[in-house]
């Protein structure tokens, strides 16, 4: 088999022959300008080092160097070999010892022990354990068979407000994270995902212990909650009074158009995540899956959903179809002196909720001074200080002086974590007065980021100028002239003519809750963009995956369709991630032509980029459909070109008719509709295919 050449973008499998004696583990570049160890500039460079450290010239032939040369036997390499094996041994075990057991009674002690919780065994229940984590949460964990029975948890915000229920809710969470997940066998299950949450609520502790000045972090989390739910509550009513009284699942509807368009939907322990999340997208939210009802329900409550228990709702059990992106709200050391650290209070937002538009608001948006409506009543609570430590006989301490403030503050943490550009990432951090780490700035892209995590990253191979492309297949159901429904395969090709280079958001402090809502406009158009792209192209086994990277000289390499894709559709998407919006143009063969699609038509770069580039020369093709949209803020899809609902043409006198062109409007708008319902690109293009 003969070896690749440094050329091909095929990595060698073959180790080339090295003229140094660096040891094999050191990769070989292959490029020429590097310094070879055995040339004379070399040897004179170490020669004058050597000499410019008091030396004498080294003076070294590399071709006379060897190991006896260098007192270096090969017992000696040996031992060095065993010392390596032996490091890494102990690095295995390490990460080994550190991850948490099975469920059973004893890893869970032995769980306890590593933390530092501290626990008593329950006299009053066999095989019950109490867990006291910290100074503000008792956790009761009861055993049967060896197998996890009951989880009870109690924090001190249980009983203060009806809905700061936090232990009943933060139960569940637990008791779900002690049993297998779906399809997982009972033996296999870890204590990993309970450790998790029990660390989050260890953090909550020692960051209000007194020793930290005694502020309490669920009092601090649970008043940002009680200000988000009552602006929720109130955008609810909003959303409800624009629904019809028997509009199908209202009170689900209502609850998700706040979730998407408006402030957020918060909720304490949610789904599966432990402690407070404001909840900003949902996948699909205008598909509701219902539970079948049992006989015995009855009544309009059940058709609705308000018979569903507080804190529920249905895609807790579809998380495949509604997934959900949502901001944790957790607390974290950082310095008062810094950044603005945690308050305690109920009164971030106003008893009213709204105040009339004014242009002198610096919280009113431009929407609300243009369109005359009412902005959020945000309120600035007063600072939270310690209080002062007990008088001592020992020197002053500077850490117990009152009117100091606490050396903690709020921040979200992105779940799932969010692709940005590299300009967004900069506007929100900058809106929450942080700079970006200097670590933040490496050459990472949409693709490498969100669609090939496994891979090197197309930023990393340069040529900023070069078009890149991945590709995926999928199936998908579509509906036959029949009305019968069939499997249908989808080739997907994704082109980005540049190199936009971007981040991900894992974590983002805040101060105040509004700056956390003011964001959720960008956060949703990047969810939603994520999501749809991610759902046609992200391959979860690496070796699936293929990317291309070329320079204008040079095509994508497009392979030859087997004759088992032979009936496949082609479709073509192009991609552009620079804001303030993200551009997509897809490319879908007409159902009635059998011309293949321009990625399998001519490989010259020039037919294929003419293709993919100039909506003028799409929208002449009889065989190709062709749109291109932006996403908005809050996910709003605008249709910018296309060439599948025809334009009616002017009147002779050169006026418009305003009643075609409104017909047209509505049609064209519908297109992106039916993406926004459906979120899939492969559903989306069998359904415009069958509107042509």
């Given at each position: 088999?003969?070896?690749?050449?440094?050329?091909?973008?095929?990595?060698?499998?073959?180790?080339?022959?090295?003229?140094?004696?660096?040891?094999?583990?050191?990769?070989?570049?292959?490029?020429?300008?590097?310094?070879?160890?055995?040339?004379?500039?070399?040897?004179?460079?170490?020669?004058?080092?050597?000499?410019?450290?008091?030396?004498?010239?080294?003076?070294?032939?590399?071709?006379?160097?060897?190991?006896?040369?260098?007192?270096?036997?090969?017992?000696?390499?040996?031992?060095?070999?065993?010392?390596?094996?032996?490091?890494?041994?102990?690095?295995?075990?390490?990460?080994?010892?550190?991850?948490?057991?099975?469920?059973?009674?004893?890893?869970?002690?032995?769980?306890?022990?590593?933390?530092?919780?501290?626990?008593?065994?329950?006299?009053?229940?066999?095989?019950?354990?109490?867990?006291?984590?910290?100074?503000?949460?008792?956790?009761?964990?009861?055993?049967?068979?060896?197998?996890?029975?009951?989880?009870?948890?109690?924090?001190?915000?249980?009983?203060?407000?009806?809905?700061?229920?936090?232990?009943?809710?933060?139960?569940?969470?637990?008791?779900?994270?002690?049993?297998?997940?779906?399809?997982?066998?009972?033996?296999?299950?870890?204590?990993?995902?309970?450790?998790?949450?029990?660390?989050?609520?260890?953090?909550?502790?020692?960051?209000?212990?007194?020793?930290?000045?005694?502020?309490?972090c669920y009092n601090a989390i649970a008043g940002v909650y009680t200000s988000l739910r009552k602006?929720?509550?109130?955008?609810?009513?909003m959303a409800l009074a624009v629904l019809e009284a028997n509009t199908p699942q209202r009170s689900?509807?209502?609850?998700?158009?706040?979730?998407?368009?408006?402030?957020?939907?918060?909720?304490?322990?949610?789904?599966?995540?432990?402690?407070?999340?404001?909840?900003?997208?949902?996948?699909?939210?205008?598909?509701?899956?219902?539970?079948?009802?049992?006989?015995?329900?009855?009544?309009?409550?059940?058709?609705?959903?308000?018979?569903?228990?507080?804190?529920?709702?249905?895609?807790?059990?579809?998380?495949?179809?509604?997934?959900?992106?949502?901001?944790?709200?957790?607390?974290?050391?950082?310095?008062?002196?810094?950044?603005?650290?945690?308050?305690?209070?109920?009164?971030?937002?106003?008893?009213?909720?709204?105040?009339?538009?004014?242009?002198?608001?610096?919280?009113?948006?431009?929407?609300?001074?243009?369109?005359?409506?009412?902005?959020?009543?945000?309120?600035?609570?007063?600072?939270?200080?310690?209080?002062?430590?007990?008088?001592?006989?020992?020197?002053?301490?500077?850490?117990?002086?009152?009117?100091?403030?606490?050396?903690?503050?709020?921040?979200?943490?992105?779940?799932?974590?969010?692709?940005?550009?590299?300009?967004?990432?900069?506007?929100?951090?900058?809106?929450?007065?942080?700079?970006?780490?200097?670590?933040?700035?490496?050459?990472?892209?949409?693709?490498?980021?969100?669609?090939?995590?496994?891979?090197?990253?197309?930023?990393?191979?340069?040529?900023?100028?070069?078009?890149?492309?991945?590709?995926?297949?999928?199936?998908?159901?579509?509906?036959?002239?029949?009305?019968?429904?069939?499997?249908?395969?989808?080739?997907?090709?994704?082109?980005?003519?540049?190199?936009?280079?971007?981040?991900?958001?894992?974590?983002?402090?805040?101060?105040?809750?509004?700056?956390?809502?003011?964001?959720?406009?960008?956060?949703?158009?990047?969810?939603?963009?994520?999501?749809?792209?991610?759902?046609?192209?992200?391959?979860?086994?690496?070796?699936?995956?293929?990317?291309?990277?070329?320079?204008?000289?040079?095509?994508?390499?497009?392979?030859?369709?087997?004759?088992?894709?032979?009936?496949?559709?082609?479709?073509?998407?192009?991609?552009?991630?620079?804001?303030?919006?993200?551009?997509?143009?897809?490319?879908?063969?007409?159902?009635?032509?059998?011309?293949?699609?321009?990625?399998?038509?001519?490989?010259?770069?020039?037919?294929?980029?003419?293709?993919?580039?100039?909506?003028?020369?799409?929208?002449?093709?009889?065989?190709?459909?062709?749109?291109?949209?932006?996403?908005?803020?809050?996910?709003?899809?605008?249709?910018?070109?296309?060439?599948?609902?025809?334009?009616?043409?002017?009147?002779?006198?050169?006026?418009?008719?305003?009643?075609?062109?409104?017909?047209?409007?509505?049609?064209?708008?519908?297109?992106?509709?039916?993406?926004?319902?459906?979120?899939?690109?492969?559903?989306?293009?069998?359904?415009?295919?069958?509107?042509?």
């Open positions: 088999m003969a070896t690749p050449t440094p050329s091909t973008n095929t990595p060698s499998k073959h180790l080339p022959a090295f003229s140094s004696p660096a040891p094999r583990s050191v990769p070989h570049t292959g490029n020429t300008n590097m310094l070879a160890y055995d040339s004379p500039a070399v040897l004179n460079m170490l020669n004058d080092a050597s000499a410019s450290m008091g030396g004498v010239g080294m003076g070294i032939s590399m071709s006379g160097l060897g190991m006896s040369s260098l007192g270096i036997s090969a017992s000696a390499m040996g031992r060095a070999d065993e010392a390596e094996r032996s490091r890494r041994l102990q690095n295995i075990l390490e990460v080994v010892g550190g991850k948490p057991g099975r469920v059973s009674e004893e890893g869970l002690l032995a769980l306890c022990k590593r933390l530092g919780v501290q626990v008593e065994k329950n006299t009053a229940e066999a095989h019950s354990w109490m867990l006291l984590i910290g100074d503000e949460a008792v956790c009761d964990v009861t055993f049967k068979n060896d197998e996890i029975s009951s989880v009870n948890l109690q924090t001190g915000l249980d009983g203060e407000q009806e809905s700061l229920q936090f232990g009943p809710t933060g139960s569940e969470i637990l008791v779900r994270s002690l049993k297998p997940l779906p399809g997982q066998s009972k033996i296999n299950v870890t204590l990993e995902r309970f450790a998790e949450n029990l660390d989050k609520l260890l953090s909550l502790d020692k960051l209000g212990n007194p020793q930290n000045g005694g502020v309490s602006l929720f509550e109130h955008e609810k009513k689900h509807k209502a609850e998700r158009e706040v979730l998407c368009k408006k402030s957020g939907r918060p909720r304490l322990n949610g789904g599966s995540c432990l402690g407070l999340s404001l909840e900003y997208w949902m996948d699909r939210r205008h598909i509701i899956h219902r539970k079948p009802s049992k006989e015995n329900d009855k009544g309009k409550g059940k058709e609705d959903g308000s018979s569903q228990p507080i804190g529920t709702y249905p895609e807790d059990d579809d998380p495949e179809t509604n997934r959900l992106y949502s901001l944790t709200i957790e607390c974290e050391s950082s310095p008062s002196t810094l950044y603005n650290p945690i308050r305690i209070s109920n009164e971030w937002i106003s008893d009213k909720i709204e105040k009339p538009t004014d242009a002198s608001d610096a919280n009113a948006t431009i929407d609300n001074i243009l369109l005359d409506t009412p902005s959020i009543d945000w309120q600035d609570p007063k600072p939270t200080y310690l209080e002062p430590a007990a008088p001592t006989e020992e020197t002053m301490d500077l850490n117990s002086t009152p009117g100091r403030l606490p050396n903690i503050r709020f921040v979200a943490k992105f779940n799932p974590p969010l692709v940005v550009p590299f300009a967004v990432h900069m506007q929100l951090y900058q809106s929450v007065g942080i700079e970006p780490r200097p670590e933040d700035f490496r050459p990472t892209t949409f693709v490498g980021l969100a669609l090939r995590p496994g891979e090197i990253d197309p930023g990393m191979m340069g040529a900023a100028e070069s078009t890149h492309e991945i590709r995926s297949s999928r199936s998908v159901l579509s509906i036959d002239a029949d009305g019968k429904e069939k499997e249908q395969k989808h080739n997907m090709s994704l082109y980005l003519p540049k190199i936009e280079y971007s981040r991900t958001l894992e974590s983002l402090p805040f101060s105040h809750p509004k700056q956390l809502v003011e964001i959720l406009p960008t956060l949703r158009q990047y969810a939603f963009t994520t999501s749809l792209l991610r759902n046609a192209f992200y391959e979860r086994e690496a070796k699936h995956a293929q990317v291309n990277a070329s320079n204008p000289l040079s095509p994508p390499q497009t392979p030859q369709p087997s004759k088992h894709d032979a009936n496949a559709v082609q479709i073509d998407i192009n991609l552009s991630y620079t804001p303030p919006a993200p551009r997509i143009t897809f490319y879908i063969p007409h159902p009635s032509s059998q011309t293949p699609s321009p990625s399998q038509q001519d490989n010259s770069i020039a037919n294929l980029l003419s293709n993919l580039l100039s909506p003028d020369s799409a929208s002449t093709s009889q065989t190709s459909l062709a749109i291109t949209l932006d996403i908005h803020p809050n996910a709003e899809i605008a249709i910018q070109d296309q060439n599948i609902v025809p334009i009616p043409a002017a009147k002779e006198d050169g006026d418009v008719d305003m009643d075609a062109a409104e017909r047209v409007d509505a049609r064209v708008k519908r297109l992106g509709k039916g993406l926004e319902v459906v979120g899939d690109v492969g559903v989306w293009g069998e359904w415009i295919r069958g509107q042509v």
